[in-house]
Each structure stands twice: as C-alpha cells, then as structure tokens.
C-alpha cells in the first residue's frame, strides 16, 4: 500500500478513535496506527479481573490517580507503560484491556493489551497463579485478528497488524515468583540453565507473534526485580537490600534475550525486534531517586510498603504515605505512574527510530 494510503488511513482511524496528540516524532510516511501489548502486570490494563486469581487489583487503593479514583485492573496509582506508550506515539492515552466487557469495536483498530498480572516467559508460572499464559494470550491475539478483519476487511486489517508496535513485558515473575521465591524450577535448574530456558521461550514466543504478522516488537528486558520492595523484603537480608541473586539471574537472562534478538532478527525477514534496556535505566532511579524527584526507593505506598501487593494492599490497609508522589513504588512490586512517567518518554524517544 502506498504510503500516501497508508497516511489516510491512520488520520481516518484517529478521527474515529480520538487519537491523542502524538509526542514522539517518527519518520516522514511512518505512522504506528495501534500498539499491542503481551505480558504481565507491569502492561496488564485489566485482563485479570475476568480470571479467577489472586492476582487482582480492581479495588481501591489502586486507581487512585486514574481518571479521579477508578481502579481498573491496572497495577498502579494510575496509568501504566502501555498507556503511557499510546499517549507518546499519539494514539489514544490509555490501551484498554481485550477482555474488558466494555471493549468497542473501534476500540480494537488502535490496539489492546492481552497481558496478564502474573505471567511469565516459562508456561510454568502463569499456572502458579492461574493467570493467562503468553500462549494463551498468542490465541486472543489470533481471535483480535479475525475480529479487525471483520470490521475492516482485510487490507485494511493488516496494514495495522504490519505497523503496529508490539510491546512485549515478561520475565520479572519468572525470576522472582517461580525461581525464587515458590522455588519451584530451582529444584530442576541453576540460574544459567533457568535462564538459558526463559531466553529460548522468549525466541518462540516472538517467532510466534512474528508468524502471525507482528514486524515492530519492542521486548523490554527484565528489571532489576531483586531492587523491588518485595524482593528486598524476601531476599535482601536484615537491613532489605537489594537482593542480589534476582538481579544476577536478570542479567543473565538479559543477556541471553539480546542474543536470542539478534538471531531471530537475521533470521526473520523485515523483522524489526528491538531490545529495550529497562533494567539500567529503573536501576538508576531506584539508587538515586532525589535526582528524578522522589524520596523513597525500597518501600512502596501501600500499607508497611514492604510485602503488600494485589489482594494485600486493599481498602483496609491502604497506602500510607503522606505524598505518593515521593515514592518510586505504589505497591512493594508495581511503580508509580510517575515513575513510569520519569523512564517511559527517554525510553520509546531512545529507541523509536530502531523500528523503522
């Protein structure tokens, strides 16, 4: 289709959609018509509040920044990366989740989020928690095609499917829930096999996602999830350090998801998977917070701010901060929205141009 085309196409779809303002400057005939995102709770915008699980947050505390106090399912005071993501590309400034009941028809032309709080690269541990498994969330993806083509045949649909942005969010559960903390793959493997593992699920996933005719994937590497509240409490020791055998083992598989991107990327034709470093950037305003703004790095708003999250940090034991704006955290696992603020912007200006 020629680019001309493809321009009117995306004006046509914002004029229907109420696309926002876009913040990020792409190349001259590029346009990103949706961004799609796959994971966990970090781009989770409500997907678990139609599971059974215990992995929930459509309560208050949470939402308490969100459109005047509505807690949507999002695992924060308010909007999350994939929101913020949409807003900068000037889309729309929040992605609903697919399986909102309220989601519309128009809804799906600019993209939804499949991701759910709890997930993982390993299959294992969506199971933990009976929450929907990246493969499982590969099949609604499938279905949200069959949906777009329906509703705007197929030419149009796979212009959107091609230029989409893909974002991709898993990894920190793997880590910290599976690995080290229920323990349960540690009895099978040592860090680098587990890690080894985690990159070659990650490789199938993104050949999958890829094969169904997603081009611009965005795959942020795992945080430095021993540094998150929960994980100093767990495993940083009596004054709750950042705890250093999680951010060993997310290092590690860091390094081995880059590699894995490289492979599939010279193996993929007009492939566009793009690496984005998340645990350097995070880990630089958790040991220097006074320089973006806030006080607190290794306690979250909610409750003690040291264990509370999901059903934990609920009406009863709300946060307690006197300021959430002085906190990197909301919950001991989830940042704020102004964190979220602080490293999304840099990251999608750093690396947008990777795409095209």
Known sequence: ?????????????????????????????????????FG?????????????????CN???????????????????????????????????TLPAYLDPNLKTEDLATGVSFASGGSGYDPLTPRIVSVISLSDQLVMFKEYIGRLKAALGEDKANTIIAKSLYLVVAGSNDIADNYFVAQVRSLQYDVP???SLMADYASTFLKDLYDLGARRIAVFSAPPIGCVPSSRTVGGGLFRDCARPYNVAAQLFNSKLSSAIDSLNRGLPS?????????????????????????????????TGNIEVALLCNKLNPY?????????????????????????????NKYVNDFF
């Open 193 to 195: 096999s587990y890690a």
């Open 320 to 348: 307690t901060c006197s300021d959430l704006s002085d906190y990197i955290f909301f919950d001991s696992y989830h940042p704020t929205e102004k964190a979220y603020k602080a490293l999304v912007p840099p990251l999608i």
């Open 1 to 37: 289709m020629a680019a001309q085309s493809i321009l009117s196409l995306f004006f046509i779809l914002s004029a229907v959609t109420g696309a926002t303002l876009a913040l990020v400057k792409l190349p001259p005939t590029e346009i990103v018509p949706a961004v799609i995102a």
């Open 40 to 56: 966990d709770s970090i781009v989770d915008t409500g997907n678990n509040n139609q599971l059974r699980t215990v992995l929930k």
């Open 59 to 93: 309560f208050a505390p949470y939402g308490v920044d969100f459109n005047g106090g509505n807690p949507t399912g999002r695992f924060c005071d308010g909007r999350v990366p994939s929101d913020l993501i949409a807003e900068e590309l000037g889309i729309k400034d």
């Open 271 to 303: 492939s566009k998977i793009v690496y984005v470093d998340i645990y350097n950037p995070l880990l630089d305003l958790i040991l220097h917070p006074l320089d973006y703004g806030f006080m607190y790095a290794d306690k979250g708003c909610c409750g």
